[in-house]
């Protein structure tokens, strides 16, 4: 894919921390550099597709990168198999990669444009142990009961995903949803679930994280 430069300046490692800061993140020069350049594809790309609504760096510092993030000490997110659900513009996956380098991610998008520019991301950041699947969960190759983490951001819950999450979860494993208040009351009246009090997500009046296992 062809694009142009972005006409934002990249941000600076201080930048980086005064975004992330707010969801429990003190990243790295190197963590700071592997944002910037996933930052800079993204921006590319969205000129050509639609990977996100949110045009301003800094912004989506905060709201993608960031609200991922902040999952790896709030849930904890430490180390295993993640499956990240729908994952679009590779959010929470990719960042929970690169605050958790131990994780093995899967990432399932059945968009065609959106699976390239994932593919993109992975390459210029030559991450290890990290799958990108064309296709929806239903059709994807994770095994039943192989693991630990699965995330979705995007997906509507009431679309099959906590039935597919309950065969395809390790025992002890977790679903982590990234959702509004409203609807997080109506996923936790599922009876085959057993979900924590939902997690507030620092700077949003009304999203959650919520985190459940199944009965």
């Known amino acids: 894919m062809i694009v142009s430069k972005s006409k934002h300046n990249p941000p600076s490692d201080d930048a980086i921390r005064t975004a992330l800061a707010p969801f429990g993140v003190t990243p ?124 979705s951001r995007a997906l509507d819950p009431s679309e099959g995903l906590l039935p597919w999450a309950n065969r395809s979860l390790a025992p002890g494993g977790r679903v982590v949803l990234w959702t509004a208040k409203d609807t997080a009351q109506e996923i936790c009246s599922d009876v085959h679930w057993n979900w924590l009090e939902p997690i507030p997500i620092p700077q949003s009046k009304q999203r959650v994280l919520l985190v459940g296992q199944p009965l």
């Open 28 to 151: 790295s020069p190197a963590l700071c550099k592997q944002v910037r350049v996933y930052l800079r594809i993204l921006m590319q790309w969205t000129e050509k597709i639609s990977l996100t609504s949110i045009r301003e760096p800094l912004e989506i510092l905060a709201r993608h990168f960031g609200e991922s993030m902040f999952a790896a000490s709030a849930v904890p997110i430490e180390r295993g198999r993640l499956a990240d659900v729908g994952s679009g513009a590779g959010f929470p996956g990719l960042p929970l990669k690169l605050i958790r380098p131990e994780l093995d991610v899967t990432l399932i998008e059945p968009n065609l444009k959106k699976s390239a520019f994932l593919f993109e991301v992975v390459r210029a950041l030559e991450l290890a142990d990290v799958t990108v699947l064309r296709n929806s969960f239903g059709d994807s190759r994770i095994k039943p009961a192989s693991q630990a983490f699965i995330t």
